[in-house]
């Protein structure tokens, strides 16, 4: 996979997607595989937006229940089944345990009915799965199970525990990656840290964009039938560079914890905190914290809190002292706190709805449905373009190179410098080599990884350092509690 803009802004295509997240990566990689001319590009790195910010689970839609939305609870159950099936390497199946307590609307009996439900509309959710890949029926147990299950639990009241499994997708980072290696492998001409400026318009119509090279500060023009926008939080800027001025949607702010420490337990274990669950979940031998949601203007507050709150939570944890290995936080919509966020992704034909051919923006709420959303999104493009229908096959099609690298680090570095357009120590040790996703990585890790992006990409010194300092951004800093997230 090769960067360079000069051929992307070649001749006319038929699409260029705005946005390398998980949602711009699928679109652009269906969008080739249905034969389109098309172009990916993306401002920041491949997956460094909410994609980056991501849970990692993969989830089977059982949340979908309670609002009776079972087109989204299918919908996500056979996304779950595709990932599995699609990418065996990155994503696996995951326990999950919640105790309850009383025989309320969540307690052990509601949460049997519910579960049974749910096991009875996705009956479906392990065909053509090998077995290791199986999602086994969720089941309510005994207070006893629940205390083998989760040690320390405390007793009184406990009325037994919700058993069930969802998906994890092992690095969010390379399986957008590979989504994006594949769209190239089709046909599609794909940059990182190029920024689309300005979206061209003649005659009435969208024709293409403008695209600023991030790396060398000039910028030029890729003109294309049609332009799909899938900026994630950054989709309003585009349209507003379209010309349509809209009220921003509303957005929440999601984050996550990292702790450093190893999960003490091999199944996520969810419990209920300010009318909503939240999970910690083990994760690449750290445990992941989450998800904390609050209006996008409230200013960002200290994840102390939040991992006070999970210490009340999870008494039997222990978590007040836990260190914080990263913060995730990123933008999602939503209103108002975890009740209001987004369950329905959004799909925007600008011809239809603002008499503005050739633009389509679509905003997705999860990682998850990704793929089924991209792929409306791109039967939409192929009827504005006037093209028969093509069938889809990214459900179908095992994902190429949906795994992690292989080899001695100087050899993954090289290959992802070389082949995966890492273009800088962030690039290389956040999203290819899954070096510092879990805390910062090594010294020496680094070094190496440094070494051979010097020699590869021909760095001196002062880029060297100046890239390791931006890296460094990404990490809390030892006792600062804020911590720093990547973009969003
Ligand atoms: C804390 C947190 C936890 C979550 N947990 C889960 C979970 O467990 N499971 C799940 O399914 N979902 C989860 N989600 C939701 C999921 O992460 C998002 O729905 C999904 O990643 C959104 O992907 P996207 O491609 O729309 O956005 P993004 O990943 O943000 O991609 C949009 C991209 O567009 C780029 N861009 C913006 N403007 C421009 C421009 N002008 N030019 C070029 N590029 C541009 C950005 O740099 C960005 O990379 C979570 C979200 C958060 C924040």
Not at 90 to 103: A, K, N, Q, S, Y
Not at 291 to 320: C, G, K, N
Not at 350 to 370: I, N
Not at 430 to 456: F, K, N, Q
């Amino acid at each position: 996979m090769k960067r360079d803009l000069t051929s992307l802004a070649a001749g006319e295509l038929d699409l260029v997607v705005v946005g390398g997240g998980i949602y711009g990566a699928v679109a652009a990689y269906d969008a080739a595989q249905r034969g389109l001319s098309v172009a990916l590009v993306e401002r920041d790195d491949f997956g460094a937006g909410v994609s980056w910010h991501s849970l990692k689970t993969i989830h089977g839609g059982m949340r979908y229940l309670q609002k009776a939305a079972l087109g989204r609870l299918r919908e996500s159950a056979r996304e779950r089944r595709t990932f599995l099936r699609i990418a065996p390497d990155l994503v696996r199946p995951l326990p999950f345990v919640v105790p309850t307590r009383g025989h309320g609307t969540t307690g052990r009996e509601a949460l049997a009915v519910a579960l049974h439900l749910n096991n009875w509309l996705t009956r479906d959710r392990n065909h053509g799965l090998p077995e290791g890949k199986h999602i086994p029926d969720g089941r309510t147990v005994s207070a006893r199970e629940a205390l083998d299950l989760v040690p320390g639990l405390d007793p009184r009241g406990l009325t037994g525990a919700a058993l069930w499994s969802d998906a994890q997708a092992v690095s969010t980072e390379r399986l957008t990656l590979a989504f994006v290696l594949a769209a190239a492998a089709s046909g599609a001409r794909v940059a990182n840290h190029a920024e689309v400026v300005a979206v061209l318009r003649s005659k009435g119509r969208v024709v293409g964009v403008a695209v600023r090279d991030r790396l060398r500060a000039d910028t030029g023009e890729v003109h294309a039938r049609m332009v799909l926008n899938a900026a994630g939080p950054g989709a309003d800027e585009v349209l507003a560079q379209a010309g349509l001025r809209r009220t921003p949607g509303p957005l929440l702010r999601a984050r996550n914890l990292v702790l450093r420490r190893a999960p003490s337990l091999p199944h996520a274990v969810g419990a209920r905190s300010r009318g909503r669950f939240l999970f910690l979940v083990p994760w690449q031998g750290r445990t992941l914290v989450g998800t904390d949601y609050e209006p996008a203007e409230a200013s960002s507050s200290d994840p102390r809190a939040f991992l006070a709150e999970a210490d009340r939570a999870f008494p039997w944890a222990s978590l007040a002292d836990a260190e914080v290995a990263l913060v995730h936080e990123g933008l999602v919509p939503g209103r108002g706190g975890p009740a209001g966020i987004a369950t329905r992704p959004r799909l925007h034909d600008h011809e239809r709805e603002d008499a503005l051919p050739g633009l389509v923006s679509l905003q997705g709420v999860k990682y998850t449905t990704a793929r089924s959303v991209a792929e409306r999104a791109i039967d939409l493009v192929l009827r504005r373009l006037g093209r028969p229908p093509v069938a889809c096959r990214t459900a179908s099609t095992p994902l190429p190179r949906a795994r992690a690298l292989e080899g001695d680090l100087e050899g993954r570095t090289r290959e992802a410098v070389r082949d995966e357009m890492a273009l800088t120590l962030a690039d290389a040790v956040l999203r290819r080599l899954d070096l510092g996703t879990g805390g910062d990585p090594a010294d020496e890790d680094l070094s190496v990884v440094g070494a051979v992006m010097a020699t590869e990409l021909g760095w001196d010194e002062t880029r060297q350092r100046r890239e390791r300092e931006a890296l460094a951004e990404t990490w809390p800093a030892p006792g600062d509690g804020k911590g720093a997230a990547g973009s969003c």
